[in-house]
């Protein structure tokens, strides 16, 4: 009997709540900064660059925008009480922003960590390391110091019995082996370092009297009333330092803290009174005064007086005696931490193959962990670094990748990264690396939305969006949108040529081989320092030299800590670092570092006072009649310290709301909108039509084409300056501390361009960060002009177009910590990529192609 056929199953009902997942972000009506209302779907799911010359809008829209409004969401939901005590975003000028996820930033500019960071706490693989010798270790009976046999009794909590001498004892646990707490080194606080008062320092001038202010830290840090003390103490004041006897001397730098019964005259008031003073000597004024400092801006005021040495306990490790009692395979955790990563990779996974067998698991289990964080630093091209590394001296772009390798690290789902310029810094060699990355953060189920110029990063993404057309007020809009093949043929796209190969940044005609040291050469020899060997290098007068190389090659060491310090002290006639041999300054009389550092440390530096501007134009209004007849001198149009300044904001142009749990909220001035003056400067006029305050809002060229008629030469000449560096979309009014960083660093050349420069050494450190090709080409053109006056420029670099319009090329490595540290090959841009041994010769020659 054939059975009959069943009957289908009904289909299966709909869910009441059906859903389906929003593919794209909605931005609507974007207005953060120089946005112009833009419109714009961002893909999710994908890897999506947002490309534009610099100051187009691209951070507006990646971080003032998507990342502003990610992450004020997610907090949000949670409680007051917790958001009260988190940093917050402010609301984003946006009209809506639908399906944003919660977001995570890297930012550009990484801070900087305090005193007791290391590598090793940021990445956290010494949280791993301090574990492992904890549970791992053979640990240091504190009785007779015997090292007893790794054992599970840690992890058990239960006491260890040496076996030597009978005794119990508990082994430390991981708390106890670290450097910010139980561990720490109590002669250096768990910072490695000693700070002692240099005596050198103490008197600069030894043929000042101490009337006439020898004793310098009595000037800077006591009262003066210390030179009476030491003349009643038999010192005489009166005569040139360098004629007091050793006593007196002994006297100045090392005297009793007694106590004096002094008669004293106020300086201000001019009455006199009487007082105990306890004498504080040179030495111990420095000593008293670091015992109160709280803070690195304290700390910076009297470092002229410090000189910082290892610490004599704790030869730099940070860790106390029993903390650098465990050991594995003959190392204490001090002696593992000063591995480099490679290093670390090749010893750890060795590590439970030393261990009895019941303890292999737990080995595994620790080493298995510290596996995934070790390879992507490597990845990312770090592997060269060591865990004691401190985080301060890490660069911006070593910190950032920091970061991403720990948010790689936490597997997150669903999560929006804005990376911010994650090129930065990043060898040719490491971009394959940084691709692979962001990859794994997409493969998670993530986000990626990145702001950048690199082309190779450009082209890696899904989906591009370039701000444009220009800067400032120019740019703001989507000019060009979609996958990379479509951006390529837009018509309206300014990065499309660089990405297809079609158009290079080529604008410097380069001196020929046999002519590049026609002017000259600067010659330095150095002995061994830090990973870097003895060398012996020539830099050509009178051109663009390049100093290439991978991270951690040695190319700071060379430029920043030899080359730099030992012209200055050449020129100066002083004796040259320990490590610097000979050096050859010739002519050269000023060498000039121009770093990528912010300029002023708040809103009161503006662009127009930086370059000088604000100070021609504040003389040119005084001499306005409407000024002479209120009497206002070129004093009062200050808005720092002027009677003009506006009284509500103090010349800032913003007041700061405090709103209680929400974040405080920073708006423009309500009676100066934003304008820093009082209503009074709108009615003095130049040239008939024109405030201090409205010029103040103009871009850099606004201002120029408005005054181009008037007799202001001086305040012409600077405004073409900065036109001339690319920089006029700022507006003049705009806060320095905001630039980015290329920004900042062709701000700073804006008084050197019109001089002389013969006697010059200019050193760029990584100018083209930040900056889009054609503003490369802006910045060659500035370079060029230097050198058409007759400086020597010297840039450390790893944009392959800066290298490839150099006329010399220095190349550091070939790889990075011990694995470089010498000259593979310096020569012309050809002649470095025909260099086999040469790592950045590889990419030079592509670039040459």
């Known amino acids: 009997m054939v059975a009959p056929t069943p009957t289908p199953a009904p289909p299966a009902p709909a869910p009441a709540h059906a859903y389906t997942a929003p593919t794209h972000i909605e931005v609507r009506g974007a207005r953060v900064h120089n946005l112009k209302n833009i419109n714009v779907d961002i893909p999710l799911g994908c890897l999506v660059g947002i490309a534009g010359v610099s100051g187009s809008g691209k951070s507006s829209l990646a971080l003032g925008t998507l990342y502003a409004e990610g992450s004020r969401r997610y907090l949000d939901a949670l409680s007051t009480y917790t958001r009260r005590r988190i940093g917050q975003v402010g609301r984003a000028t946006v009209d809506e922003v639908r399906h944003v996820p919660a977001a995570l930033a890297l930012r550009q500019r990484p801070g900087i960590p305090g005193v007791h960071s290391?590598?090793?706490?940021?990445?956290?693989?010494?949280?791993?390391?301090?574990?492992?010798?904890?549970?791992?270790?053979?640990?240091?009976?504190?009785?007779?110091?015997?090292?007893?046999?790794?054992?599970?009794?840690?992890?058990?909590?239960?006491?260890?019995?040496?076996?030597?001498?009978?005794?119990?004892?508990?082994?430390?646990?991981?708390?106890?082996?670290?450097?910010?707490?139980?561990?720490a080194c109590t002669t250096c606080g768990g910072t490695g370092i000693v700070r002692t008062v240099d005596e050198s320092t103490l008197v600069p001038d030894e043929s000042l009297s101490i009337e006439e202010g020898a004793v310098a830290s009595w000037q800077q840090l006591m009262w003066k009333l210390m030179r009476d003390i030491a003349r009643e103490m038999g010192v005489r004041t009166d005569?040139?330092?360098?004629?007091?006897?050793?006593?007196?001397?002994?006297?100045?730098?090392?005297?009793p803290a007694e106590k004096h019964h002094m008669f004293y005259q106020s300086s201000k008031t001019g009455d006199v009174g009487e007082m105990d003073f306890t004498y504080f000597n040179a030495v111990y004024t420095v000593e008293n005064a670091l015992s109160k400092v709280k803070d690195e801006k304290g700390l910076a005021r009297l470092a002229k007086f410090l000189k910082e040495d290892?610490?004599?306990?704790?030869?730099?490790?940070?860790?106390?005696?029993?903390?650098?009692?465990?050991?594995?395979?003959?190392?204490?955790?001090?002696?593992?931490?000063?591995?480099?990563?490679?290093?670390?990779?090749?010893?750890?996974?060795?590590?439970?193959?030393?261990?009895?067998?019941?303890?292999?698991?737990?080995?595994?289990?620790?080493?298995?962990?510290?596996?995934?964080?070790?390879?992507?630093?490597?990845?990312?091209?770090?592997?060269?670094?060591?865990?004691?590394r401190a985080s301060s001296t890490l660069s911006t772009g070593e910190r950032q990748r920091v970061q991403l390798a720990r948010a790689v690290r936490n597997r997150t789902c669903g999560v929006l990264y804005v990376l911010d310029e994650p090129s930065i810094g990043l060898h040719p060699s490491n971009v394959e690396g940084l691709l692979g990355v962001m990859d794994?953060?997409?493969?998670d189920g993530n986000s990626v939305v990145l702001v950048d110029h690199d082309v190779r990063v450009l082209r890696h993404a899904d989906h591009l969006v370039e701000i444009g057309p220009g800067s400032g007020t120019a740019g703001g809009s989507v000019i060009a949108q979609g996958s990379v093949e479509e951006v390529e043929q837009s018509s309206s796209t300014r990065i499309g040529p660089f990405l297809s190969g079609v158009r290079r940044v080529r604008v410097r005609e380069r001196a020929a081989a046999d002519e590049v040291f026609a002017r000259g050469a600067v010659r330095l020899e150095t002995g061994a320092i830090h990973t870097v060997k003895p060398l012996a290098v020539e830099v050509p007068r009178g051109r663009l030299t390049a100093v290439t190389g991978v991270s951690g090659s040695g190319k700071t060491t060379l430029v920043l800590e030899s080359l730099i310090p030992g012209l200055r002290a050449a020129i100066a006639g002083e004796a040259l670092p320990g490590h610097v041999r000979s050096v050859d300054p010739g002519d050269l009389r000023r060498v000039h570092l121009i770093d990528a550092t912010p300029i002023g440390a708040n809103v009161r530096s503006t662009v127009a006072t930086y370059s000088g501007v604000l100070d021609d134009l504040r003389r040119a209004f005084a001499k306005t009649p409407a000024a002479r007849e209120r009497g206002l001198k070129a004093g009062a149009f200050s808005y720092n310290t002027g009677s003009l300044r506006c009284p509500t904001c103090d010349g800032t142009g913003q007041i700061s709301l405090d709103v209680q749990f929400l974040p405080d909220v920073d708006i423009p001035c309500p009676d100066c909108q934003g304008g820093r003056y009082r209503r009074e400067a709108l009615d003095i006029k130049l040239a008939g039509d024109l405030s201090l305050p409205e010029l103040m809002s103009y871009t850099v060229d606004q201002a120029r084409e408005v005054l181009v008629g008037l007799t202001l030469k001086s305040v012409l000449g600077k405004l073409q300056t900065l036109s001339d560096l690319g920089l006029g979309y700022l507006t003049l009014g705009e806060a320095t501390p905001a630039l980015s960083g290329g920004e900042a660093q062709r701000l700073k050349l804006a008084s050197e361009l019109t001089r002389d420069q013969a006697d010059a050494l200019f050193v760029f450190d990584e100018p083209t960060i930040g900056l889009h090709p054609l503003d490369v080409e802006v910045l060659l053109g500035v370079l060029e002009r230097l050198i058409a006056n007759g400086a020597t420029v010297v840039v450390i670099e790893h944009d392959l177009d800066m290298i490839a319009n150099a006329d010399w090329v220095i190349d550091m490595g070939p790889g990075g910590g011990d694995a470089g540290g010498r000259v593979v090959c310096a020569g012309t841009p050809e002649q470095v990529a025909a260099c086999a041994e040469s790592v950045t010769g590889r990419y030079i020659a592509e670039e040459l192609a």
């Open 118 to 183: 290391t590598l090793g706490t940021s990445t956290e693989l010494l949280n791993y390391l301090r574990l492992m010798f904890s549970r791992l270790g053979s640990h240091q009976c504190p009785h007779c110091g015997t090292h007893v046999p790794p054992s599970m009794d840690v992890a058990l909590m239960r006491p260890t019995t040496c076996p030597s001498c009978g005794q119990e004892f508990y082994g430390p646990g991981a708390e106890d082996l670290a450097f910010n707490s139980a561990g």
């Open 239 to 255: 005569v040139p330092f360098r004629d007091l006897t050793p006593e007196e001397r002994e006297i100045v730098f090392h005297g």
């Open 440 to 443: 794994d953060l997409l493969a």
């Open 310 to 388: 290892v610490c004599p306990d704790c030869h730099g490790t940070r860790l106390n005696a029993r903390a650098r009692g465990p050991v594995i395979d003959g190392m204490n955790l001090g002696e593992a931490t000063r591995m480099t990563l490679d290093e670390l990779a090749a010893w750890v996974p060795g590590v439970p193959a030393l261990m009895p067998e019941a303890m292999r698991p737990m080995a595994q289990s620790i080493v298995a962990e510290m596996a995934e964080p070790i390879e992507r630093l490597k990845q990312l091209g770090l592997g060269y670094l060591s865990l004691d």
